[in-house]
């Protein structure tokens, strides 16, 4: 395999904190996850500090993110202490560090830690400025203090922030989505994300769809709503670089896009995803067993494979296709120079011709407006090929 485009040229390398705290656990969220307790939490930062001790880094870490969870409920001291032990790890300083934070948990004191430790980017999931939505959510926080975070932040001196947002929530209409977009596009971040809710398995708010409770929209709403979105955000000048992510110019994720790119991660507490060296694996998903592991010298992991051409070269293809710019596949030849590209010539050619898929003169492949409707049903075709 692979792992460099050219002999000099070392892929971007990037880092994860999975921070497990929630106060509640939201309906719709499927991720690991604990109401705090200051026991667990000091559980949690020792766990750190071995994972971090445990792991050699001989190459420069270009992003961090910090998710979960909720890392803004780790107290002022927590957080320095999280960040000064990441950065005794680093020989330098990344150039793109994210936080994720709740509403609620927006403090000036943790402003001013972040800030200092050399934070360059505040994530905050508002998912819908209606109080009756967040309700429908399992959301804790209210537009109020959405708000008042905003001006937190703002005065904090962060000049990088990221708004995510929900729609098709149960309850909401066209006029509820536009007006979120509005108010987002009002407080004027540099990023906004906006996913389409899904309902993942043991999850409340997949409980009270089973239960009838609740109803699902119908995929061709989620498709004029996720049109909606794209103009409306593109007149206000967020230009879509990602299916679900708009950002002015200059303010693109690069953690993100590295993670689309398939370049390596290190993944760091329980639950965490690593892409690192032709390996991918998780740790396991208890914050007990995640520290008894390394207590022992033994991390317990979980979902670990070897990666090949034909993983990475697939899901290169279907992430890049994600991507506004899409693929180039001359890249990827140089950095897959054994795989065989053309056995994909007839789904170019089938999608090209069905208007889902534009391919330049330069082997440059982008879904169309159209094709972005249905970007999981092209990854699946691609699958099916390298099944095959």
């Given amino acids: ?45 020792n766990g750190m500090k071995l994972e971090l001790k445990s792991r050699s880094l001989n190459r420069f870490v270009d992003t961090v993110f910090w998710g979960g969870g909720t890392p803004g409920l780790l107290t002022v001291q927590d957080l320095e202490l999280l960040g000064r032990l990441m950065l005794e790890k680093l020989t ?84 509820d989505w536009l007006s979120d977009l509005k108010q987002a596009i009002h407080i004027s971040p540099q990023h906004i994300s906006t996913y389409c809710l899904t309902y993942e398995e043991d999850t409340a708010l997949f409980i009270r769809l089973s239960h009838g409770e609740i109803f699902r929209k119908l995929k061709k709403e989620d498709a004029f709503i996720y049109e909606i979105t794209r103009k409306t955000l593109e007149d206000a000048n967020y230009k879509q670089y990602e299916i679900s992510n708009y950002a002015v110019n200059g303010y693109e994720c690069l953690h993100n896009k590295n993670t689309w790119h398939l370049y390596d991660w290190l993944g760091f507490g329980p639950s965490a995803a690593t ?76 999608l090209s011709n069905d208007k889902y898929l534009e391919m330049t003169d330069d082997k440059n492949l982008c879904l169309t407006a159209r094709g972005r409707l249905v970007a999981d049903s092209i990854g699946v075709e691609i699958l099916e090929i390298f099944d095959a």
């Fill in 92 to 175: 330098r300083q990344p150039v793109e560090w994210t936080v994720e934070l709740s509403p609620s948990t927006v403090k000036k004191e943790k402003m001013k830690v972040l800030r200092d430790l050399g934070v360059t980017r505040i994530s905050m999931g508002v998912e819908s400025f209606s109080d009756r939505l967040l309700k429908n959510l399992g959301r804790q926080h209210s537009q109020r203090q959405i708000f008042q975070a905003i001006d937190v932040i703002n005065n904090s001196g962060f000049e990088n922030i990221n708004l995510d947002l929900i729609f098709s929530i149960p309850g909401q209409s066209i006029d």
């Fill in 275 to 350: 892409q690192f060296n032709g390996r991918r694996f998780a740790n396991v998903a208890s914050l007990e067993q995640w520290v008894e592991g390394l207590e022992k010298g033994h991390p317990i992991i979980t979902d670990d494979i070897q990666l090949d051409t034909e993983i990475l070269a697939a899901d290169c293809l279907i992430f890049g296709l994600r991507m506004n710019k899409g693929v180039q596949l001359k890249r990827l030849q140089r950095r897959f120079p054994e795989f065989n590209f053309s056995r994909l010539q007839p789904l170019w050619k089938q």
């Fill in 1 to 45: 395999m692979i792992l460099q485009e050219k002999a000099d040229e070392v892929l971007p390398l990037g880092i994860y904190f999975h921070v497990p705290f929630c106060s509640s656990i939201c309906d719709f969220c499927s991720f690991y996850q604990k109401v705090p307790r200051r026991d667990e939490i000091k559980r949690y930062l």
